[in-house]
């Protein structure tokens, strides 16, 4: 829900970006799991203070967010 009201208050249109709610992608012990695709980054541990720093970083500007340790989960 985080990731669509973001998405909204950024008047990011429909279609441009889709978040799908899943089960476990694999890592369940780290918690809440994001993965953005196409570049598949993956995003463990994932809190709803993270997803304003992941809308606006990473689906913004393209970068993936660094201080989130993305892709962590397969280390």
Not at 16 to 25: E, I, K, M
Not at 69 to 75: E, L, Q, S, Y
Request: glycine share 8%.
């Amino acid at each position: 829900m985080a990731f669509n009201m973001g998405l909204m208050q950024r008047a990011v249109p429909p279609g441009q970006v889709l978040v799908s709610a899943t089960g476990c992608l694999g890592p369940c012990e780290q918690g809440p799991t994001v993965v953005v695709y196409p570049d598949n980054t993956w995003y463990s541990k994932v809190t709803e203070a993270d997803v304003a720093t992941i809308l606006d970083e990473h689906i913004a500007k393209g970068a993936p967010v660094e201080k989130l340790n993305p892709d962590a989960a397969w280390r």
